[in-house]
């Protein structure tokens, strides 16, 4: 039933019978509350919330006894309910979620480990003492999923810039900043760099060509404790610490550096997440269902490349790609209810035929779950591209 926008909010109160289940939607600028009739003397004060649904759909019950809902409707919204077993709300808009924008990733070899960073041309040039078996020709523009721990960059994608200058050195997409400075003999002692753009708790390191004042020492991090002007700050051992005493002499070039921590690369056979998305809970109601379209581009080779998606932690793809330039995949899953999603085959990548069985996954799609895209590439310098992907969820 649908209950349209009126002058005034819209009151409906509906029947659900014992055992029964009610499902209300909401779609315009005003939210659509529901509340619960009490059992014995009623008024409307006494009406309980249980809902309150903006732009969303849910799905509440059963209940042991006939119970009256309450629906209330703002006059800028439309409200759509049904009764039953399975109630579904077939005019409800379909929830999209998805995204254009394409990910690209490539892994180097699994000798290409134990990283260190140096510049190269104001760019982060990671280094190993093993050889990374990637080329420009296909890992230039694509990016390495870097996992930093103990500095300030963030864990993610990063566009490879060069590969092919040295067998065991990468440069990626990220700034190399460091300055000469100087450092006071003080209580505490206070760097000195030239618009440093630094934040509190950001992380650095110091070098030296000669020795570092008291206090202070090489290979060792630091955080920015107090910024005390655009040129100045304070450092401490940990964040959030007390900022650091220096003492005795120091000589030589002091430099400091913006510590991005230590650099760990997916490397060959290593599952990598290209997308995710979060599902609402009760965006796909009992009986409805979710399809997703997908776009991939691959290196064309004889080489197992392994394309996956979940969605609630649970398989709904793993499809090898070997020897195939690209792949459009289809995939579709109902839910049952009582935390039963049905999928088609994890090995199937569309519609049609398949010796794969249907799966059965234990996801309760009443609260929010996650749906990921996933790509594993079996050995280095082959590349997996997410062109894009949508997911169109009925309730």
Do not use: C
């Not at 019978?17 to 009490?38: C, F, H, Q, R």
């Not at 006494?46 to 309150?52: G, H, K, L, R």
């Not at 110091?206 to 290979?219: E, M």
Request: proline share 4%; hydrophobic share 40%; net charge negative.
């Amino acid at each position: 039933m649908i209950i349209q926008p009126g002058l005034t909010q819209t009151i409906t109160d509906v029947l659900v019978p014992a055992g029964e289940y009610i499902s209300i939607g909401n779609v315009g600028n005003d939210a659509t509350t529901v509340s619960l009739e009490p059992i014995g003397p009623t008024s409307y004060e006494n009406y309980t919330q249980i809902a309150s649904l903006s732009n969303s759909a849910q799905m509440l019950g059963p209940y042991p006894v006939d119970r009256t809902v309450r629906i209330v409707s703002g006059i800028e919204s439309t409200a759509q309910y049904d009764v039953g077993a399975e109630p579904s709300l077939r005019g409800f808009p379909t929830l999209t979620l998805g995204s254009l924008e394409p990910v690209a990733l490539v892994e180097p070899a699994a000798t290409f480990v134990t990283l260190t960073y140096d510049d190269d041309a104001g760019d982060v040039k990671l280094v190993s003492a093993g050889v990374h078996g990637l080329t420009n020709a296909v890992s230039q523009g694509a990016s390495l999923y870097i996992t930093w721990t103990g500095g300030t960059a963030t864990t993610g994608f990063y566009e490879v810039v060069d590969a092919d200058t040295d067998t065991e050195e990468v440069t990626i997409d990220l700034p190399y900043v460091s300055s000469t400075v100087t450092i006071t003999i003080a209580a505490p002692g206070v760097v000195t760099w030239t618009a440093h753009g630094l934040s509190v708790n950001d992380t650095i390191r110091f070098t030296t060509t000669g020795a570092l004042p008291t206090g202070l020492a090489i290979n060792t991090t630091y955080y920015v404790k107090e910024v005390l002007s655009a040129n100045t700050f304070t450092v401490s051992t940990s964040a959030g610490g007390a900022a650091v005493t220096t003492s005795g002499t120091q000589s030589g070039t002091q430099t400091a550096l913006v510590w991005y921590g230590v650099a760990v690369v997916a490397v060959a056979n290593t599952v990598v997440t290209l997308a995710s998305v979060t599902v609402p809970g009760w965006s796909m109601g009992v009986g409805g269902g979710m399809e997703i379209d997908a776009l991939f581009t691959v290196t064309n080779n004889a080489t197992v490349k392994t394309l996956g998606m979940t969605y609630g932690g649970g398989s709904v793809l793993s499809a090898a790609a070997a020897s195939n330039a690209s792949a459009s995949v289809q995939k579709i899953l109902y839910n049952r209810g009582g935390s039963q999603v049905l999928s088609n085959s994890t090995a199937s990548i569309g519609h049609g035929l398949s010796t794969g069985a249907n799966v059965v996954l234990s996801v309760d799609a009443s609260v929010d779950q996650t749906f990921a895209i996933t790509a594993q590439p079996a050995t280095a310098n082959n590349l997996m591209r997410l062109e894009a992907f949508n997911l169109y969820v009925t309730f």
